[in-house]
């Protein structure tokens, strides 16, 4: 882990009517790292992930990813800029195939227009083998290269979430945000989740933000954990310190 | 078969039209949005192709118009309402669902009252005399344009389908802010479908002013609209095959189809006056049927997949079985 910041956010505020889902909050993410959002259901952690892509303005606040305010920044930029998420309810292409969904997320990476993709000129053609492959490549590092013709939607609900790794993974990206990846997943499913995101972390060179429930898992996996209270940030550190931290526990096991 | 081109040709002409403007309908549809406006691409092609063979390619005699130039009126046509298409499209598809469907509608009401009220498009009379290329009663010569067209913009959606342009589309059409999370920029790709299927709806329009040899306000309506909607809705909105067997078989449906059946020998007399009067009763039925019982139309991307399955080894075929679906 280097010092470098890659992703800041500094004051986020968001509203909705006249509940504060998201307020005041600032953090750092370092480059390498694999930080946690935590907190009780409802905290605003998918929240800070929506301001943080683009998808829900925020009130006050700025975000900040590799030094470049991207605040204003539209989600398609912002997943251009290498910030690559999923969704905690899962949004895969559910008509479209396991293959289909990854090859779709690699058009950042990909270039012909309409006229070369439908007469068949270069470079649509090597494109569309390369992303093939790549896709396929995907689908075997999250274990679903076998059900790759498969539809989406008939997934089991374990495998809709490796597949959408597999899609965000596809995006190159710098920075992944994901939420809630081991919902839905049992205790073996889980364990294997903590390898595995540690091992993508190693592989693609990742900063990885991670929003879960389960505190082993984010015990065991994170760096650094930031914990959510009611919108607001209420302890940030390593993992044994958050433990420990009277708030914390208050608000775990306050209601 | 002499028999059955000279009664049916221009059903036939018609089914081959009806199959693009569905295309022109589909492609905005396959990237989510569910737009009304082809008729008012329709209807732009055709006032250009009207006012270009009447007023500028003046000097052929009746019968021997060059196809060469109608071809040409069908590109001038395309563009022209491409630029339509742009300057309508920016804006309004910001609006989702039903809204845009709306103000595809308005924007295809506001041509015709347009049309109706300006001298130079002869008014509610419209444009007439448009020259003919052929001397025929039925016009199925025609087909030597309409086919091509059907042709060419059936592969062009077909190949587009299986592209990095089309997969955008389909992307956004399933889910936008998923799309965009993956970097597809919604508005481009939702105009440029949009752009798409108008210069197909305007191309077809300017070749029908041609065939019906008169363009008024009367062409390209919001029951053109309806009908076009019905081709995709009923054929299928999930592949590019589905719109065009839906255009297809609609048209001949009532042209045809139960023409033919009210004339077979034996049949009795009053269920045949049925079949030729109370034809777009049943035409309703069929559709209403169809919508609800098969919600992607009649052709859909599994009927081909599901052969393709039955290929696989039982053993792959077995692992490859959905596990756990969610609700
Ligand atoms: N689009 C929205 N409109 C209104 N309220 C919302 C919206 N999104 C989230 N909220 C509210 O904001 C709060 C935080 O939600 P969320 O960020 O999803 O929490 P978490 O992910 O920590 O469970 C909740 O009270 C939720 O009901
Ligand atoms: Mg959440």
Known sequence: MSDEVVLEVRNLTCRFGGLYAVDNVSFQVRRGEIFGLIGPNGAGKTTVFNLITGMTPPMHGEVFYKGVNITSKRPHEIAMLGIARTFQNIRLFGALTALENVMIARHIHTRSGMIEGVFGLPPAPQEERAIRQRAMELLELVGLADSAEMQARNFSYGDQRRLEIARALALEPELLLLDEPAAGMNQNEKSALSAFIRRVREQFNLTIVLIEHYVPLVMGLCDRIAVLNFGQLIALGAPEKVQNDPAVIEAYLGD | ?327
Not at chain 2, 41 to 66: C, K, M
Not at chain 2, 100 to 108: H, P, S
Not at chain 2, 149 to 158: D, I, Q
Not at chain 2, 246 to 254: R, W
């Open chain 2, 1 to 327: 078969m002499e028999g059955f081109l000279s009664t049916y040709g221009s059903a036939i002409v018609q089914m081959a039209l009806a199959g693009v403007l569905a295309l022109s309908l589909y492609l905005p549809l396959m990237a989510g949005q569910l737009s009304l406006a082809s008729p008012g691409f329709y209807a732009v092609g055709g006032y250009v192709a009207a006012l270009l063979s009447t007023r500028v390619f003046t000097g052929f005699p009746n019968g021997s118009y060059p196809i060469l130039l109608i071809a040409l009126e069908m590109v001038v046509a395309g563009g022209v309402s491409a630029l339509f298409a742009l300057i309508i499209g920016i804006p309004s598809l910001r609006l989702r669902g039903v809204y845009l469907a709306l103000a595809t509608i308005a924007f295809v009401e506001v041509l015709r009252v347009f049309a109706l009220n300006q001298p130079w498009l002869g008014g509610a009379v419209g444009i007439y005399n448009i020259p003919q290329p052929f001397f025929s009663a039925t016009r199925v010569e025609y087909l030597l344009l309409a086919l091509p067209l059907l042709l060419v913009s059936t592969l062009f959606v077909a190949r587009l389908e299986r592209s990095r342009i089309g997969r955008a589309f389909v992307a956004l059409r399933e889910d936008e802010l998923a799309a965009s999370a993956m970097g597809i920029r919604p508005t481009y790709y939702k105009v440029l479908a949009f752009t798409i299927g108008a210069v197909l709806a305007g191309m077809t329009g300017a070749l029908n002013a041609h065939i019906l040899n008169t363009w008024n306000p009367r062409q390209g309506t919001f029951d053109l609209a309806i009908l076009i909607l019905a081709y995709v809705l009923v054929g299928g909105s999930r592949t590019f095959l589905g719109p065009v067997i839906g255009g297809a078989f609609l048209v001949a449906l009532p042209e045809i189809i139960l023409r033919e059946v009210a004339d077979a020998p034996g049949l009795h007399p009053a269920i045949a006056t049925f079949l030729r009067d109370g034809r777009l009763i049943l035409f309703g039925v069929l559709i209403a049927v169809s919508v609800f019982f098969f919600p992607y139309g009649l052709v859909t991307p599994n009927l081909f997949k599901r052969r393709r399955k039955t290929n696989v080894p039982r053993l792959e075929a077995a692992k490859a079985a959905p596990k756990v679906s969610r609700g």
